[in-house]
């Protein structure tokens, strides 16, 4: 069983489309997290959830927003999209003082 | 603005020898410390975690933390041609231990072990 997978692992669509990244936890974390890793290779985070709340939102767009239905799912929804979106987004989930396990990644190509 | 800075490389070195990969962090608060590796085209994958000051081996691998510098180090003895990978440092704030605060990365020393 994967611990942390997210769906889909590549994603090619043009701009100004909307598109949705799953992601789902089977370890019991209570954290969540979403993940940015532009083309060099910088690993920024975008979003964490704890027990379905928001902790933290970094600065980016608003044009992204994360849905978590329950504490083993962080979605991640992404409006009007933009060349500049492309990147690798990792999902990840933690407990305390464990460290985090990332899901494999998902490739976003914007056209 | 947390900040975790690494020199980027490529560090080479030979098969069996040490590597020796550094780390420094801005934020005086920070109470814990990652080290990931991360093959090209996968994600990142845990090595080792250290929270007090001094070093942590497991296996191969020794982390060394000093608060005071603000200076975090991962030494990974007899290299093998597998460990060549990017490597990412991590650094977590006072009330997380990596877990609601969420963790600032650097952007990785990449490791090349030469056969």
């Known amino acids: 069983d994967t611990a942390v997978s997210q769906t889909p692992k590549y994603l090619v669509t043009q701009m100004g489309n909307d598109k949705s990244i799953k992601c789902e936890q089977n370890?019991?974390?209570?954290?969540m997290y979403w993940y940015k890793q532009d083309s060099k290779k910088f690993l920024k985070i975008m979003f964490s959830?704890?027990?379905?709340?928001?902790?933290i939102n970094e600065t980016v767009p608003n044009r992204f927003s994360p849905k978590s239905p329950d504490k083993a799912h962080l979605n991640l929804h992404i409006n009007s999209l933009e060349l500049g979106d492309s990147a690798v987004y990792f999902c990840?989930?933690?407990?305390?003082?464990?460290?985090?396990?990332f899901g494999s990644g998902t490739r976003l190509t914007v056209v | 603005q947390k900040e975790v800075e690494q020199n980027s490389g490529p560090l080479s070195v030979p098969e069996g020898a040490i590597a020796s990969l550094n780390c420094t962090y801005s934020?005086?608060?920070?109470?814990?410390f990652f080290w990931y590796r991360q093959y090209s085209g996968k994600s990142p994958e845990l090595i080792m975690f250290?929270?007090?000051?001094g070093d942590k081996e497991d296996g191969r691998f020794t982390a060394q933390l000093n608060k005071a510098s603000q200076y975090v180090s991962l030494l990974i003895r007899d290299s093998q041609p597998s460990d060549s990978a990017t490597y990412l440092c991590?650094?977590?704030?006072?009330?997380?231990?990596?877990?609601?605060?969420?963790?600032?990365f650097g952007k990785g020393t990449h490791l090349i072990i030469q056969p």
């Open positions: 990840a989930s933690s407990q305390w003082s464990s460290g985090y396990t």
């Open positions: 934020d005086r608060g920070s109470q814990s």
């Open positions: 250290i929270y007090s000051n």
């Open positions: 959830y704890n027990n379905k709340e928001l902790i």
């Open positions: 370890l019991g974390h209570d954290t």
């Open positions: 991590a650094v977590g704030g006072a009330r997380s231990g990596g877990g609601a605060d969420g963790l600032t």
